[in-house]
């Protein structure tokens, strides 16, 4: 069945650090692949998605490359601040079934000042 | 700005007693959805619904209920509330109208004591 890794369950970085969240997925349609960000308190929100094979999503100085060959969609920024400190989910929309949303468990970001 | 609220947003039930958790969208998104965030499992989708009158198991129902009189609500019934349905709840909604993006409420807490 359609499934996400996240195998990064804490990271702890201190400011201006290189950020990579590891993401991989598995499924056998076309997918549509975001990541999500909840900060404490709050419901998770959207940071990018990505719909095309190849393709990169940007927001907020984050960048994911949906890798269709090595199935990975992994989350990167050059230069993290204290407020990226949230938990960070990768996710997908498998083509076939739009109503179900496949979330990876979720990577708790700790950036320290 | 698409929009989800979620009430009440704290609540303490006793074992055996009844839970209503409602949500409501301005998003006019077809789905909505009902997941549960716990520490080590990320976010679990107990019921999720396709548009007014239809609610669908998710992959934890067991213990839960839902139901979906109108596009814009969509609430979680605990019939018998036990410890172990102390949880975060998030309601959410999207569709293939939200390019298949889901935006969440801000969560409700519930102890169950």
């Known amino acids: 069945g359609d499934s996400v890794t996240q195998k990064q369950g804490q990271v702890t970085l201190s400011e201006d650090d290189f950020l990579f969240i590891n993401c991989t997925y598995s499924?056998?349609?076309?997918?549509?692949l975001f990541w999500y960000v909840q900060y404490p308190g709050q419901g998770p929100q959207l940071l990018l998605k990505?719909?095309?094979?190849?393709n990169k999503g940007i927001s907020r100085g984050f960048e994911a490359t949906y890798d269709k060959g090595t199935t990975s969609f992994h989350l990167q920024k050059a230069s993290v601040q204290e407020s990226d400190s949230a938990v960070y989910f990768c996710?997908?929309?498998?083509?076939?079934?739009?109503?179900?949303?496949?979330f990876g468990k979720g990577t708790h970001l700790h950036v320290l000042p | 700005e698409a929009a989800v609220t979620q009430s009440p947003r704290n609540k303490v039930a006793v074992t055996g007693g009844k839970v209503t958790l409602s949500c409501n969208q301005t998003?006019?998104?077809?789905?909505m959805y009902w997941y549960r965030q716990d520490t080590g499992h990320g976010l679990r989708l107990i019921h999720y619904?396709?548009?007014?009158?239809?609610?669908e198991k998710g992959d934890i129902p067991d213990g839960y209920k839902a139901s979906r009189p109108s596009q814009e609500n969509f609430s979680l019934i605990l019939e018998l509330a036990t410890p172990s349905q102390t949880s975060v709840y998030f309601c959410?909604?999207?569709?293939?109208?939200?390019?298949?993006?889901?935006?969440f409420g801000e969560g409700s807490r519930l102890i169950v004591v």
């Open positions: 959410a909604s999207g569709g293939q109208n939200s390019g298949n993006t889901l935006y």
């Open positions: 499924t056998t349609t076309y997918p549509t």
């Open positions: 990505v719909t095309t094979a190849n």
């Open positions: 996710a997908l929309v498998p083509d076939t079934n739009a109503y179900k949303v496949i």
């Open positions: 998003n006019n998104h077809n789905n």
């Open positions: 619904s396709y548009g007014a009158g239809s609610t």
